[in-house]
């Protein structure tokens, strides 16, 4: 009994894994090891390029860093171990990432008390989405996005009983929070949120004060520091990433309204992106023409300006872009002129059941336990990563990776409910069919 207990919580969790690894890892070597589709993957590239070279080389060539520092920096550690500029080592770190990801969704599929076969086809079904794996196999930090979901939902859910294993898994929330920031800035704020919910629920069931001040001085700590080298390195206060201002003028923009919709057509896409490209370009440009001794922080400060404007400017129609972007963010189907006919129709016919599925559990009321917690859980995170995605040109490969996990197991609870609903039918229909 002991025996099978082991294999169901840990040896069926870890061949899953594998088999996620060994799929992501497959499918990556298939597209080309050291190809990447991602439109800002070669700028990624170069800035890991000059943070392999060193400090002195960062501080001579700001505008080389331009992204945040957290993917770059991973990307640099890899081509200092391989000696080359290779993405080899970094595909394989995701595709071990994408691993453990799918291991995490077997163990909350057991918290959530599915059957065995209904947790094994959620993590499977994980391992072998082609959104996930899509983003698993390039140059992007989306999976990075997904293991850290996951592993905060997975602390969120568990019962510490144990003060010294309360306090490990506090301080590992404060440090891939940490992570999590410097690879994607505005995951700040689902963080907080969800690192607020969990020390008052914590702090109510007996979490000591002083675990709860190691835990938020850890995070404070780090981020301070992380903050100072920020400031040596541009030479002004910058928050987190010297991007954040670049994203915020197109926050208000009624151009992607198409794209929002998800019916662009390639026609219409195509000339959306080239305007986007072009107003930024142009946008620049000005700005330096005026005062062209700007640094990255000032810079930075005159694009908030910009976007502020922007949005000040026509009020009534800047509140309905942000609501239509925010509501975008969770459509069912991809762009069909950004992604093809054939994408949107895949994206359409798997996303229209998990959607449904995904709003019964979170609309559910008889909900208790752990499956209560991952409710709440999965409802700060998709408030805070949709308040977070306003700023900028919000696109629905942001939502996939924070969400799309949790799709999965919210389905195969509904497939679990509904089972239960027709078993006594099923067994009637059996006894039917045995007597005749």
């Not at 400090?55 to 991973?74: A, C, E, I, Q, T």
């Not at 026509?314 to 054939?342: D, H, Q, Y």
Request: glycine share 6%; net charge positive.
């Amino acid at each position: 009994m002991f025996r099978n207990k082991f294999k169901r919580k840990l040896v069926t969790p870890f061949l899953l894994s594998a088999f996620g690894a060994i799929a992501a890892f497959s499918i990556s070597y298939y597209r080309g090891l050291n190809n990447t589709s991602y439109p800002d993957a070669q700028e990624m590239i170069a800035q890991a390029n000059g943070i392999a070279q060193g400090w002195h080389f960062l501080l001579s060539n700001p505008l080389l860093s331009k992204y945040p520092m957290g993917l770059p920096s991973l990307l640099a550690i890899t081509f200092k171990i391989t000696g080359s500029s290779s993405l080899i080592l970094i595909k394989f770190i995701f595709a071990i990432c994408h691993g453990f990801s799918v291991y995490l969704v077997a163990r909350i599929g057991i918290q959530m008390g599915l059957q065995r076969k209904l947790w094994i086809l959620a993590a499977t079904c994980f391992a072998v989405d082609p959104f996930i794996l899509s983003a698993a196999t390039d140059l992007q930090v989306e999976c990075l996005v997904t293991l850290v979901v996951l592993w905060w939902a997975f602390i969120f859910i568990t019962s510490a009983e144990d003060s010294r294993f309360r306090l490990i898994l506090l301080i590992s929330f404060s440090i891939t929070g940490f992570i999590a920031v410097t690879i994607r800035p505005n995951i700040i704020i689902p963080f907080l949120l969800v690192y607020g919910m969990l020390l008052y629920s914590w702090q109510r069931e007996g979490l000591k004060k002083y675990h709860l001040g190691i835990s938020v001085s850890c995070f404070v700590t780090l981020i301070i520091f992380f903050e100072i080298f920020l400031d040596k390195l541009y030479k002004g206060f910058v928050f987190l990433a010297p991007n954040g201002g670049l994203n915020a003028v197109l926050s208000c923009r009624k151009e992607f309204i198409p794209q929002y919709l998800g019916l662009a057509s390639p026609s219409e896409n195509s000339r959306i992106n080239q305007w986007y490209f072009g107003y930024l370009q142009d946008l620049t440009q000005s700005i330096h023409s005026k005062q062209p001794k700007l640094s990255i922080p000032a810079l930075n400060h005159e694009y908030i300006a910009v976007a502020i404007s922007s949005c000040v400017h026509r009020p009534l129609e800047s509140i309905e872009v942000l609501a239509l972007k925010s509501a975008a963010l969770w459509r069912p189907f991809t762009v069909l002129g950004a992604s093809g006919a054939k994408v949107w129709l895949i994206s359409l016919l798997l996303w229209t059941p998990l959607t449904i599925a995904t709003i019964w559990f979170v609309s559910k009321g008889r909900i208790y336990g752990v499956n209560a917690k991952l409710k709440s859980y999965f409802l700060l995170i998709s408030i805070g990563f949709t308040i977070s995605l306003i700023v900028g040109a919000t696109q629905i490969r942001h939502r996939i990776p924070f969400a799309e996990p949790f799709y999965w197991l919210f389905f195969f609870f509904f497939i679990s409910e509904v089972l239960t609903k027709i078993e006594p039918f099923l067994s009637r229909w059996n006894m039917k069919l045995k007597r005749k």
